[in-house]
């Protein structure tokens, strides 16, 4: 079985804070993504890496940034958290290749308050 | 640019019954992707079932089907037999085919709740 786990299930942090969010998937993954889902929005898009260093911009980055230095591990940072980025966190990962069509195996979440 | 719409935010069935959740995409794409996702309350995103635009043939998993339909660019989920461990949020899903790194556009959601 794929997991996917994140390392924190709730996080409240304060208005300026830099804030981290880890996924680890244990399953050789070439693809991760992480997305925010807000109620009435459905999943947007933050990030996403199709291999280690490599990282993408999705539909929503402003105000996020990522690192990815090991396979396994995909971080999400908030370098000065706002209480607009209050919201639950999705990670996710995929096989590789080239046309990425794989499915997602998604994480537990993050619900983030930020005061 | 790809947009996915769930008009209907909520739905309820009475256990042991059939229900259908509508989805429909906009794209100028013609190959590519949709999928349904399941997000129970205890959060845990997982696949329920997946199709591809060449296939003519609706998928099926279980007890869950669709209805593809390409020209319509709708893309339906029926339950059949509902269980009240269908009670979730579900979410459609699209994902082109061409070239690398396609990404997943989701809709919003539907809150579905099964009746005891």
């Known amino acids: 079985d794929v997991k996917v786990t994140q390392s924190s299930r709730y996080l409240v942090k304060r208005t300026g804070e830099k804030v981290f969010l880890e996924c680890v998937q244990d399953m050789d993954h070439e693809n991760m993504f992480w997305y925010r889902q807000d109620p009435g929005l459905g999943l947007r898009l933050i990030y996403f890496?199709?291999?280690?260093?490599?990282?993408e911009k999705g539909d929503i980055p402003e105000g996020y940034s990522v690192s990815r230095e090991k396979k396994e591990r995909f971080s999400l940072i908030l370098e000065s958290a706002s209480t607009n980025q209050t919201s639950m966190y999705l990670c996710a990962s995929s096989f590789g290749g080239l046309y990425l069509t794989d499915t997602q195996y998604f994480g537990p979440g993050t619900r983030l308050t930020v005061l | 640019a790809q947009t996915v719409t769930q008009s209907q935010p909520e739905m309820s069935v009475q256990e042991a019954e059939t229900v259908t959740l509508s989805c429909t995409y906009d794209?100028?794409?013609?190959?590519?992707?949709l999928f349904w996702y399941k997000q129970p309350p205890s959060r845990q995103m997982i696949l329920v079932i997946r199709q591809e635009a060449y296939k003519q043939q609706n998928a099926t998993e279980n007890r869950f089907s669709v209805n593809f339909q390409k020209a319509a660019k709708s893309f339906s989920l029926k339950i059949s037999d509902s269980q009240l461990g269908d009670t979730a949020m579900y979410f459609c899903?699209?994902?082109?085919?061409?070239?690398?790194?396609?990404?997943?556009?989701f809709g919003k959601g539907i809150t579905l709740s099964v009746r005891p």
């Open positions: 890496s199709y291999d280690v260093k490599m990282k």
């Open positions: 794209t100028s794409e013609n190959n590519y992707y």
């Open positions: 899903a699209f994902m082109k085919i061409r070239g690398a790194n396609s990404k997943l556009t």
